[in-house]
Nanobody, 129 residues
Framework: VQLQASGGGLVQAGGSLRLSCAAS????????MGWFRQAPGKVREFVAT????????YYAGSVKGRFTISRDNAKNTVYLQMNSLKPEDTAVYSC???????????????????????WGQGTLVTVSS
C-alpha cells in the first residue's frame, strides 16, 4: 500500500499547479485523503482534506478560495488544484490517508495529521516572486 504524489515544480507567483496523489494497494475507497505541507524550517501544516465520497472538504484558512481538493475514486487518485500561488506556498506537499470507518469523522479529526495512517513521499512546490 502506498501513496505517490506528483505534479510539483517551479512556478511564478500568481500561477497554478495541480498535484496528484495516486493510491495503490488500498482495498477500498473509504479513506479520508488529505494534503499537508512543510516549508523549510517550519512544522508540517494541514492544507486540505476530503471525505471518502468527496462531499466534505475542509481547507486551511491560508489556502481557502485558492486551492481545491478533489478525488476520483475510480482512479484511486486525489488532486489538489492550486491557483493564485504565493511565495509562502513554497513547501514539500504530501498526501496522506486514513480509513474513514463506519461513522463520518469530525472535521477536527480530518485536519489533524495524527489521524492519518498512510503517507506519501511528498512533492516539492516552489513559488518564485
Amino acid at each position: 500500500v502506498q501513496l505517490q504524489a506528483s505534479g510539483g515544480g517551479l512556478v511564478q507567483a500568481g500561477g497554478s499547479l495541480r498535484l496528484s496523489c495516486a493510491a495503490s494497494g488500498l482495498t477500498n475507497s473509504r479513506n479520508v485523503m488529505g494534503w499537508f505541507r512543510q516549508a523549510p524550517g517550519k512544522v508540517r501544516e494541514f492544507v486540505a482534506t476530503t471525505s471518502s465520497n468527496g462531499r466534505r472538504t475542509y481547507y486551511a484558512g491560508s489556502v481557502k478560495g485558492r486551492f481545491t481538493i478533489s478525488r476520483d475514486n475510480a482512479k484511486n487518485t486525489v488532486y489538489l488544484q492550486m491557483n493564485s500561488l504565493k511565495p509562502e506556498d513554497t513547501a514539500v506537499y504530501s498526501c496522506a490517508a486514513f480509513g474513514e470507518g463506519p461513522n463520518s469523522p469530525i472535521m477536527s479529526t480530518m485536519i489533524s495529521p495524527r489521524a492519518y495512517e498512510l503517507w506519501g513521499q511528498g512533492t516539492l512546490v516552489t513559488v518564485s516572486s
